[in-house]
């Protein structure tokens, strides 16, 4: 969020809640406050965020959940402004910064000016109360080295960004990119770094719009300026949306170099805040996914490991075999095998009677063959056993690492956080789930929800049915199809009826698919397209 669209931004709510009253202080986020105002009548919701992706400040009208256990900084800011009355919002010079001059009152009940300031400057992003001093009191991201050095550490004197010495927009010329290295006609590679470190309030977006328009013949300083009288102007937030009708970027200038579809809002706030829930869903999507996969990839490398490792001991186990024949010829040849035990020697060799070649067999010398005897088929009666052990696990651990590799391919298919959810309830009621910390069962051991723990709620279809993907085939027919292991469950047990025909791709992951054959006879490019479905969902 640039200085630009943040200054468009500020107008508006300044206009909003100056002079309204401080309801109530959330903190839906680690990172986001939530400030209810009420002015004539009507609530105003302010979000301010101090996430290192998505620092921003705009009106919402999202629905948050709120946490039930207040953090500290939540807690402070009840303390200190609730009940109080917005005396301004403003933005200091051209910074992607902004303050709420709040008039409440201090420990002993007197009236008190505190301050509550937002810094949106990327990864060193954060959120201050400031005392009626002008010291900060508390900060939403702790105090670093950065801090300490610029006076924003608790208990500092706040010291406010500064534009660095660089230009005004409104007063650039030709002469300022030119004292810089690059003129005003020149719109290479080093255009968009030299806006940068030259023109206050502009970001990446705007420098890069700046050098756009240049290149059309405009020129760099007319198209800076041009740039900043539109943000003075602005009074409706722009939403540029790609093919798909997802959205790209919000913002109050008119981007030409974004090449995007642009829709007209009716505030700049209504714009950043349809941006901003498209683009944290689709980071919390990304990250929950990632999470999910870096858990699938180590419980399969763990399966594999301990899969390898208990064939090669089942392989052993299998041995136990040679130590029953050993025990047999030891019997066998009881004469000949106490001649040698006579001797001292620690081996002997006996011919296999059923394929008449020699083999060869330690022993105990100070022991009778008899006992030699014994030793070897107690070796085999322990082999055995292991081996009748080891075979079930051999199996299970083959069955997990097929099952693993299957929620793999259904996590690929993922398309939001239901299906996200549904795939950790999955691994959660498999045993493949964490285990909480905190939670217990009555057996004492830990157990854990990961679902909860992530913040997932599985996404259900009226009735209580788990959501799966549907289809229409080219001929009208429906077509249902399992994204995961649980919609696949779902689709083939539960959705399904007597005359519906399932498809699956043989010996291979993939989606269950139940083609409704409530309108017989079917055609056969319906089932060819069902057959596709079983391999590409």
Not at 11 to 38: K, N
Not at 164 to 170: E, F
Not at 262 to 279: G, K, T
Not at 488 to 516: C, I, M
Request: proline letters at 5%.
């Amino acid at each position: 969020m640039d200085a630009l669209l943040l200054l468009a931004v500020v107008r508006e709510v300044s206009e909003r809640i100056t002079g309204g009253r401080i309801m109530r202080v959330d903190q839906p986020g680690r990172y986001d406050v939530l400030l209810s105002v009420r002015k004539a009548g009507t609530t105003c919701r302010i979000l301010l965020s101090a996430d290192p992706q998505f620092s921003r400040m705009h009106i919402t009208s999202q629905a948050f959940a709120i946490p039930r256990q207040a953090p500290a900084f939540c807690m402070l800011l009840r303390k200190r402004l609730e009940g109080g009355k917005i005396e301004a919002c403003e933005q200091p010079d051209l910074v992607p910064a902004c303050a709420f001059r709040i008039m409440s009152r201090d420990d002993l009940g007197n009236p008190a000016c505190w301050s509550l300031v937002l810094e949106a400057a990327g990864n060193n992003a954060n959120i201050f109360l400031l005392s009626p001093s002008s010291t900060v009191e508390a900060a939403i991201r702790k105090s670093s080295r950065f801090a300490r050095e610029h006076g924003t550490a608790h208990g500092c004197v706040y010291s406010p960004p500064s534009s660095g010495g660089k230009t005004h927009p409104g007063s650039v010329t030709p002469e300022t990119f030119l004292t810089a290295g690059v003129k005003d006609g020149d719109c290479g590679p080093s255009c968009v770094h030299t806006v940068l470190r030259t023109v206050a309030g502009f970001g990446a977006l705007l420098a890069k719009e700046a050098c756009f328009r240049a290149s059309k013949g405009a020129g760099l300083a007319p198209s800076v300026r041009d740039i900043w009288e539109e943000s003075l102007e602005a009074r409706r937030g722009l939403l540029y949306v790609g093919p798909n009708g997802m959205p790209l970027e919000a913002h109050v200038v008119n981007l030409e170099s974004l090449w995007a579809r642009a829709v007209a809002l009716p505030s700049p706030s209504e714009a950043l805040d349809r941006y901003y829930q498209h683009a944290t869903s689709e980071a919390a999507f990304r990250s929950a996914r990632h999470l999910l996969e870096q858990r699938l990839k180590t419980a399969l490398a763990k399966t594999q490991k301990r899969l390898a490792a208990r064939l090669c001991e089942l392989e052993e186990a299998r041995l136990g075999e040679a130590h029953r024949k050993a025990g047999d010829l030891i019997l066998t040849y009881m004469p000949e095998v106490a001649a040698k035990l006579s001797l001292n020697e620690r081996s002997v060799l006996l011919v296999d009677p059923e394929t008449g070649s020699p083999v060869s067999i330690e022993v105990d010398p100070s022991i009778d063959a008899a006992g030699n005897a014994q030793i070897h088929y107690r070796k085999y009666s322990r082999m055995k056993a292991r081996a009748q052990k080891l075979s079930p696990l051999v199996e299970k651990d083959r069955e997990d690492l097929s099952y693993l590799e299957s929620v793999l391919l259904s996590l690929d298919e993922a398309r939001d956080l239901n299906d996200l959810s549904e795939i950790e309830r999955e691994l959660s009621s498999q045993g493949f789930a964490p285990h909480s910390k905190t939670q217990h069962g009555a057996s004492g051991r830990r157990e854990h929800d990961s679902s909860r723990s992530a913040g997932l709620r599985p996404e259900r279809e009226a009735g209580g049915a788990v959501r799966c993907a549907r289809f229409v085939t080219s001929a009208g027919e429906e077509v249902l199809a399992g994204r995961n292991n649980r919609q696949n469950e779902y689709v083939t047990f539960k959705a399904s009826h007597r005359d519906d025909l399932w498809f699956h791709a043989k010996g291979v992951p993939g989606a269950h698919v139940v083609l409704r054959a409530g309108k017989l006879p079917l055609s056969s490019q319906s089932l060819v397209e069902a057959c596709r479905f079983s391999r590409t969902v």
